[in-house]
């Protein structure tokens, strides 16, 4: 794999109330403080708002790259303030790669735990309850601005000293077909089969 990711910073959060909706929300996150551990669930201490939705084994930790914050910034000077790290939920800020330079399956070790990436984030509305804006959901989708999640595949402690996310393997050679931000169009997560039946037809599952 040619891509150097770093983590810029973990993050994780409480549920609280929404000041805009009243919904239960853990979206806003914060730097933890030393060490946390990764399991197959996510970071210990992270919650969720919805768990129905959010987080479980195939959205344990979610990955947005740094790069993505100067452009929001640039997009939307409206809201500039608060486009800063863990501004989109996630639990590591990464920098060196987007969504196009990661493919599903790919494995990263961070700290003692092994990640494999699963799939691209689906945006919710609590991202325009978030930002206040009714289509910050759809702009995060059409950018292509998500960023992907991790399932853990042996728990571990991590913390931000754990600057390196140290690539291991990748299931094939880099395909843009794979890489996260195709995937997205498509439906398909990391078991490489279509999140949707409705597409008519199933990718094979690859070896």
Same mark, same amino acid.
């Given at each position: 794999?040619?891509?150097?990711?770093?983590?810029?910073?973990?993050?994780?959060?409480?549920?609280?109330?929404?000041?805009?909706?009243?919904?239960?929300?853990?979206?806003?996150?914060?730097?933890?403080?030393?060490?946390?551990?990764?399991?197959?669930?996510?970071?210990?201490?992270?919650?969720?708002?919805?768990?129905?939705?959010?987080? =479980? $084994?195939?959205? @344990?930790?979610? +990955?947005?790259?740094? !790069?993505?914050?100067? #452009?929001?910034?640039? *997009?939307?000077?409206?809201?500039?303030?608060?486009?800063?790290?863990?501004?989109?939920?996630?639990?590591?800020?990464?920098?060196?790669?987007?969504?196009?330079?990661?493919?599903?399956?790919?494995?990263?070790?961070?700290?003692?735990?092994?990640?494999?990436?699963?799939?691209?984030?689906?945006?919710?509305?609590?991202?325009?309850?978030?930002?206040?804006?009714?289509?910050?959901?759809?702009?995060?989708?059409?950018?292509?601005?998500?960023?992907?999640?991790?399932?853990?595949?042996?728990? =571990? $402690?991590?913390? @931000?000293?754990? +600057?390196?996310?140290? !690539?291991?393997?990748? #299931?094939?050679?880099? *395909?843009?077909?794979?890489?996260?931000?195709?995937?997205?169009?498509?439906?398909?997560?990391?078991?490489?089969?279509?999140?949707?039946?409705?597409?008519?037809?199933?990718?094979?599952?690859?070896?």
């Amino acid at each position: 794999m040619t891509c150097a990711l770093k983590s810029s910073a973990t993050l994780s959060a409480r549920s609280t109330s929404s000041a805009h909706s009243g919904e239960p929300s853990a979206i806003v996150k914060h730097p933890v403080a030393g060490a946390v551990l990764a399991t197959g669930t996510g970071l210990v201490g992270d919650e969720q708002g919805d768990p129905r939705r959010h987080g =479980g $084994v195939d959205k @344990a930790v979610h +990955a947005y790259p740094l !790069a993505h914050y100067p #452009q929001w910034r640039s *997009d939307l000077p409206e809201q500039a303030d608060l486009f800063h790290i863990g501004a989109f939920g996630e639990n590591l800020t990464v920098a060196g790669a987007v969504e196009a330079d990661i493919c599903l399956g790919d494995r990263f070790h961070l700290g003692a735990a092994l990640m494999e990436v699963s799939q691209g984030r689906q945006p919710c509305w609590k991202l325009n309850d978030r930002f206040g804006r009714a289509d910050m959901a759809r702009l995060v989708q059409q950018t292509g601005r998500t960023g992907w999640y991790y399932r853990v595949i042996e728990s =571990g $402690v991590l913390q @931000a000293g754990d +600057a390196d996310l140290i !690539a291991i393997g990748r #299931q094939a050679l880099y *395909d843009p077909f794979w890489a996260v931000h195709a995937a997205q169009e498509l439906g398909c997560d990391s078991d490489f089969e279509m999140w949707t039946p409705e597409y008519g037809w199933w990718l094979d599952k690859r070896k």
